[in-house]
Structure formats: structure tokens, C-alpha cells
């Protein structure tokens, strides 16, 4: 509860980092990643869940953050695409089949799809590209048409079973 009235106290860790703050009830997790805490990195597209742009790692699923609120956010782990990369800049297998693959053009739909196979793979990494088109059916890309993505995906998923 917040010492503010009408605030509500949130206090969760992004990116393995513990932020805290006072927000508005009504302020989207999206929003408050993006204005709170400056990880712009998280896409706003539809705000009804559909296009899949602001898809996060949420307590090791992958939600819509356009649909949930910072306040029920309390006490989560959230994974935004800056948090992928490790510290010493070093790519995840994702990211790096992406850039590999030449599998975004716009990038605005990227981030979204990133959090979206990291999650599915950690879960399914021996995905075959019916999984994988299944797994990334909830985001929307209007530039590529999906191949490049999916072949990087897959790359992906070789790499971090060890195969490649």
C-alpha cells in the first residue's frame, strides 16, 4: 500500500534489477516499463492483446503487458527484451539468430517476438517449425513474412541444445 492515496506500492524485479515505486491503479505493465522505468525496448502496438509488441517475461511465462496492470505486477519477475543480452553485451542465441537470420525489418514487431520463442524454447527447445509457427502465432509482423523469423527460431533452438 502506498503512503500516497490513491497510489498503489509496487515493487518488482526487472531484468534481475528491484525497482520500486508508487503508481497509478490504472497503469498498464507496458507503460510502466516503458515510462517508469525507461525500457523502451517493450513495443505498445494494438493495447488489446493482440499483436503481441509488448510481450515480456513474466514469472517465466510470456504475457501481453498491455493487459495486465503495474500493480498486479507486485512481487514479479519480469524479463524485457533488454534483459536478454548478457552484461558483457554477448547476444542471447535468440537475439543472435535474429541478427544471423536478417529476421526483422522494421523491428517493431522484434522485441515481442524475441520474449515470445525465448519463452517457448525454454519450454520446448527441441520445437519443430509447426511448434514454432504454432508458439509465435499470437504476434503479428507486417515486414516479413515469417520465414526469416522461424529459420531463426530454429537456429536458436540448435544453439542452445547444443547442436550448433
Given at each position: 500500500?502506498?503512503d500516497?492515496?490513491?497510489?498503489e506500492?509496487v515493487q518488482?524485479?526487472v531484468?534481475?534489477?528491484?525497482?520500486?515505486?508508487?503508481?497509478?491503479?490504472r497503469?498498464?505493465?507496458?507503460?510502466?516499463?516503458?515510462h517508469?522505468?525507461?525500457?523502451?525496448?517493450t513495443?505498445?502496438?494494438?493495447?488489446?492483446g493482440v499483436?503481441?509488441a509488448?510481450?515480456?517475461?513474466?514469472?517465466?511465462?510470456?504475457?501481453r503487458?498491455?493487459?495486465m496492470?503495474?500493480?498486479?505486477?507486485?512481487?514479479?519477475?519480469i524479463t524485457?527484451?533488454e534483459?536478454?543480452a548478457r552484461?558483457?553485451?554477448?547476444l542471447h542465441?535468440?537475439?543472435?539468430?535474429?541478427?544471423?537470420?536478417?529476421?526483422l525489418?522494421?523491428?517493431?514487431?522484434?522485441?515481442?517476438?524475441?520474449?515470445t520463442?525465448?519463452a517457448?524454447?525454454?519450454?520446448?527447445p527441441?520445437a519443430?517449425?509447426?511448434?514454432?509457427?504454432?508458439?509465435?502465432?499470437?504476434?503479428?509482423c507486417?515486414?516479413?513474412?515469417?520465414e526469416?523469423?522461424v529459420?531463426?527460431?530454429?537456429?536458436?533452438?540448435?544453439?542452445l541444445?547444443?547442436?550448433?
Open positions: 500500500m502506498s500516497r492515496p490513491g497510489l506500492h518488482v524485479t531484468n534481475g534489477k528491484l525497482f520500486e515505486r508508487d503508481v497509478e491503479p497503469l498498464h505493465l507496458g507503460d510502466f516499463l516503458r517508469e522505468l525507461k525500457l523502451t525496448g513495443h505498445i502496438g494494438c493495447e488489446h499483436c503481441g509488448c510481450t515480456v517475461i513474466f514469472n517465466d511465462a510470456p504475457v503487458s498491455c493487459l496492470f503495474a500493480g498486479q505486477a507486485n512481487g514479479a519477475r524485457t527484451v534483459g536478454l552484461a558483457d553485451g554477448q542465441p535468440v537475439q543472435e539468430a535474429f541478427r544471423n537470420r536478417h529476421a525489418q522494421c523491428g517493431f514487431c522484434t522485441p515481442g517476438m524475441l520474449m520463442i525465448v517457448f524454447l525454454s519450454e520446448s527441441t519443430d517449425e509447426v511448434d514454432i509457427r504454432d508458439a509465435i502465432s499470437g504476434n503479428i507486417r515486414c516479413t513474412g515469417y526469416t523469423i529459420d531463426a527460431a530454429l537456429d536458436a533452438g540448435r544453439v541444445r547444443g547442436e550448433a
